[in-house]
């Protein structure tokens, strides 16, 4: 069985397609998934995003940085927590975002074509299972430690 494989292929292709759509925008390699975040959860620390997202603390930073320099997002020191800088759309952000949530509507309706409705349900319903399968395996790496093959 080759699922995971074919997971892999439709990722990279609609992640292939977006950074091609959305490099006019200055978002790249994937930048688009964090703005998308810092939308949906404004006020955000680095941490969160970046285990949100499944990635480590330096990659997110980077990205962060890039969203920041190109007026997407702003950093604010919240005055109760001087260590984690909140993260928030700006206007620029919020105007990107909404045409990146269109892309992500007609790319999820041309993916699911064809599928009936509960076929859709129990297509989350098992990706979410095999998500929550593998998420301790990523914390666990994560931290360093070694899976049993």
Not at 25 to 37: A, D, E, M
Not at 56 to 83: M, Y
Not at 88 to 115: M, N, R, W
Not at 123 to 131: A, E, I, P, W
Request: aromatic share 8%; net charge positive; glycine share 4%.
């Amino acid at each position: 069985m080759d699922v995971l494989r074919e997971i892999g292929t439709i990722a990279r292709t609609l992640d292939a397609i977006s950074n091609i759509e959305f490099k006019e925008y200055s978002l790249t390699k994937g930048q688009y998934l964090y703005l998308v975040r810092i939308c949906e959860n404004p006020g955000i620390i680095q941490d969160k995003l970046a285990d949100n997202l499944k990635v480590d603390s330096s990659t997110a930073a980077r990205a962060i940085k890039k969203l920041e320099k190109n007026g997407f997002i702003k950093k604010v020191q919240p005055l109760d927590n001087k260590k984690n800088k909140e993260l928030f759309p700006t206007d620029k952000g919020k105007q990107v975002c909404q045409f990146i949530i269109k892309e992500h509507l007609y790319s999820e309706s041309v993916a699911l074509s064809g599928f009936a409705t509960d076929e859709v349900t129990q297509l989350l319903s098992m990706l979410q299972r095999v998500q929550t399968n593998i998420e301790s395996d990523w914390y666990s790496v994560k931290k360093g430690n070694k899976r049993n093959y």
